[in-house]
């Protein structure tokens, strides 16, 4: 386990999406099969939410799932929400957007409706899906907000871009290393990190410019880039992921040695904060914590060959809270079966209970909410 804690164990049977019937369910209810997910977590990582007075959103697009973690009276509840092959999340004043294969989401926030929802008075925040965006299959990554504006990474076509209703996206910037926009994943360009409200770190897989060229270099050629100026500013990553600043420092998953580093961008030197039992992918920090997904890898072309793979017998899938002083573990949750992979993390400062509408659902085991104008407001 990933410390000598207590573990208090739990588990839900889900609804799962039926592989068949995921193309087709944008407008229907999931078609759905069993799918049991049993997980664990140290009693201290329940304290510690409470503590901080945060909520957590977690993406897994191996098991297609946004699931909500938030503490009750000293335990944890967890709420799995049906998205297709869901990747980065946005959380946001207004809402939160997901990014999931071919589309992004967007969930409303109506805290008025909150306190009505079952168990009645438990929850204190509430997202309702309201309307989606087709981008078509541009491999979505991390998504962050500017303003009301967000902010893609597109994988595909290996650049940062947003949105407009005439298009599928507008591209806003791509490193310079990259010579033209084509679907071609020519570096993997993967995480993105905001400052004062703007981007201002990527991180990609190499400085590569044909189809799929990273790959070759993965376990030594992943950098981090500064958008303003587009300089890489730090190399020899093995698959780096979610860029973040905080504090005045730059922190980021050295996700193929399962590390969480700080980078000093004037020199490109890092240090080591962190090593963690998986492979490193999403970050969330909040004051002096950082909460750190943890997955267990795959034996394929993109996976094979880290160095965290010699530990595959012994890797986990959940989250790691870190002391960001110290880089101790102040606690965990681990998914013991059914969820495999994490792709992303965000905290949702000052809400405890956040309650989900999904574009499912029924299939997420709960009932449809509608929202209508009363009669005195103006429509």
Known sequence: ????????????????????AQDSASTSELSTSSREVRYEYSPSFASLLDRLHVSLFISTYQAGKLVAVSAQQGALTLTFHNFQQVMGVAAGPAGVAVGTQGQIWF???APDIAPKVEPLGQHDACFLTRRSFYTGEIQV?????SGEELWIVNTAFSCLCTLHESFSFVPQWRPPFVTALAAEDRCHLNGLAMMNGRPEYVTALGQTDAPQAWRPGKVTDGCLVHVPTGRVVASGFAMPHSPRVHHGRVWLLNSGHGRLVTVDPATGGTTNVADLPGYTRGLAVHESVAFVGLSKIRETATFGGMPIAEKHDLLKCGVGAIDLTTGRLLGHLEFVSGVDEIFDVQVLSGIRSPVISGPFPIADGGKPIWRVPHPSDPT
């Open 1 to 20: 386990m990933l410390s000598p804690e207590r573990l208090s164990p739990d588990s839900a049977v889900l609804s799962s999406k039926d592989a068949s």
């Open 107 to 109: 969930l409303q926030s």
């Open 141 to 145: 990554h991390e998504l962050a907000w």
